[in-house]
């Protein structure tokens, strides 16, 4: 598997921000984000493709949440805002090195990547 760690979860208060991390050290075509809630299924929260720097948003999160990597490319990054109970769960950074896309909206498919994380936890409560 392509090597990759996502960190930065925790535990925030209603209407704070955290920012997560993924580190890869190869190359990649994508990069998306997914959250599982508890007893929910993996949904896609965002997306950044390399080579354009085209980003995605599910539109639950539009205008709150933003993804971004750092000079080296090696570094994504989800910032996330006005953060809500509902967006707990665990946040998993998937990585897809082919060119596999059809569509832009296939980055917040889960079954387009082929390597995944094993997640941060992200707790929202007062």
């Known amino acids: 598997q392509v090597q990759h760690v996502e960190s930065g979860g925790g535990l925030v208060q209603p209407g704070g921000s955290l920012t997560l991390s993924c580190e890869v050290s190869?190359?990649?075509?994508?990069i998306g984000w997914f959250r599982q809630g508890p007893g929910k299924e993996r949904e896609g929260v965002s997306c950044?493709?390399?080579?354009?720097?085209?980003?995605l948003y599910s539109d639950s999160v539009k205008g709150r949440f933003t993804i971004s990597r750092d000079n080296t490319k090696k570094t994504v990054y989800l910032q996330m805002n006005s953060l809500k109970p509902e967006v707990t769960g665990v946040y998993y950074c998937?990585?897809?090195?082919?060119?596999?896309?059809?569509?832009?909206?296939?980055?917040?498919?889960?079954?387009?990547?082929?390597?995944w994380g094993q997640g941060t936890q992200v707790t929202v409560s007062s």
């Open positions: 998937a990585v897809e090195t082919a060119e596999i896309f059809v569509r832009p909206e296939d980055g917040l498919d889960a079954y387009v990547y082929k390597y």
């Open positions: 950044l493709r390399s080579p354009d720097s085209n980003t």
């Open positions: 190869e190359n990649y075509y994508a």
